[in-house]
């Protein structure tokens, strides 16, 4: 699957470039458009930024309405590439003051500073968590010390 999205949008980005024996740097690309797990939908400017690994889909689209739809997100000329990402666990963080917390990226937690992690993806469970975020994907709640 990496290796099929690699090989795809390379073809898209360099095909036309290709085709051209006197391109310049200048030339238009295709719109690189991500949306997350939790809904949001952004430009991206540099595709390497992205995990692919997180990747649940791409989909490649030149249609005028496609091309209308992200319109919003940049110049869709040379065609959008979608990128829908993977939903994630919901990582919730309880300090040593006893504050309960979501937490977007866990490499920002000090290791040093973790007493316990528990992963919780029953029902019940999740259910105490839903105030936090999306707990579809189970819940992965880090108590500090």
Known sequence: MKNLFLILVSVLICGSAAAQQNSSNDEAQPLVVVKNAEGKTYKVDDMKS???????SVTVMKSEAARAEFA????????????KLKAQPLVVVKDAEGKTYKVD?????????????????NETA???????????????????K
């Open 126 to 144: 999740r259910a105490e968590f839903a105030q936090y975020g999306d707990t579809s994907e189970g819940v992965i709640y880090i108590k500090l």
């Open 72 to 83: 919003q997100y940049g110049d869709t000329s040379e065609g959008v590439v979608y990128i």
């Open 105 to 121: 990226d866990m490499k920002s937690i000090d290791n040093n500073a973790i007493e316990s992690v528990t992963v919780i993806k």
């Open 50 to 56: 992205i995990d692919n690994n997180a990747i649940e």
